[in-house]
Antibody
Framework: QVQLVQSGADVKKPGSSVKVSCKAS????????ISWVRQAPGQGLEWMGG????????NYAQKFQGRVTISADESTTTAYLELSSLRSEDTAVYYC????????????WGQGTLVTVSS | DIVMTQSPDSLAVSLGERATINCKSS????????????LAWYQQKPGQPPKLLIY???TRVSGVPDRFSGSGSGTDFTLTISSLQAEDVAVYYC??????????FGGGTKVEIK
């Protein structure tokens, strides 16, 4: 059974950066897409971007272009999300999620990481 | 990107009664070559990540109770809970996976007990 375990909650100052990790276990890592989805307090789900670890070229939502970096380390089966120039509106729970293929829904999710942006 | 629109935003249903959630996509998510609708439904309970309930618009994930059913094709879809149970209180999201990599979600529908 696939498990995705994310790093812990973080508090950041406006203008800084945050890096969230997502450690995968129990399945094949390299060839399945990993995406990052965020959820602001009381709001819906927003796709930020994703990567297929073996291919290494991430895709990003236009909204986050220039501020987001998604990467994956096959040797440690860990995916990463880095978001820069943080503002209060970036306060959210960040989830990693895995699909079983390019045209597949998310069948496995991490537990979520709360990032709070506050001065 | 394909825009997904859900309705209603929230609904309150008595225990044992039917709950119906609608989802509309801005373009068809039916792939003609395999006649499959690239539409999924998720359930999210407070403090938890979303859980995949249904894919291909109407296929239940193993272990999902059969009171949950999905229907529809093309641009219009429905999630039905035939007999609402207390444990079904949650927010439900539809998602298209026809147009990748941006797998867009609907805005969510909150289901409560009346």
């Amino acid at each position: 059974q696939v498990q995705l375990v994310q790093s812990g909650a973080d508090v950041k100052k406006p203008g800084s950066s945050v890096k969230v990790s997502c450690k995968a276990s129990g399945g094949t890592f390299s060839t399945f897409p990993i995406s990052w989805v965020r959820q602001a307090p009381g709001q819906g789900l927003e796709w930020m971007g994703g990567v297929i670890p073996a291919f290494g070229s991430p895709n990003y939502a236009q909204k986050f272009q220039g501020r987001v970096t998604i990467s994956a380390d096959e040797s440690t089966t860990t995916a990463y999300l880095e978001l820069s120039s943080l503002r209060s509106e970036d306060t959210a729970v960040y989830y990693c999620a895995r699909s079983s293929g390019t045209y597949s829904p998310y069948d496995f999710w991490g537990q979520g990481t709360l990032v709070t942006v506050s001065s | 990107d394909i825009v997904m629109t859900q309705s209603p935003d929230s609904l309150a249903v008595s225990l044992g009664e039917r709950a119906t959630i609608n989802c509309k996509s801005s373009q068809s998510v039916l792939y003609s070559s395999n006649n499959k609708n690239y539409l999924a439904w998720y359930q999210q309970k407070p403090g938890q990540p979303p859980k995949l309930l249904i894919y291909w618009a109407s296929t239940r994930v193993s272990g999902v109770p059969d009171r949950f059913s999905g229907s529809g094709s093309g641009t219009d879809f429905t999630l039905t809970i035939s007999s609402l149970q207390a444990e079904d209180v949650a927010v439900y999201y539809c998602q298209q996976y026809y147009s990748t990599p941006a797998l867009t979600f609907g805005g969510g529908t909150k289901v409560e007990i009346k």
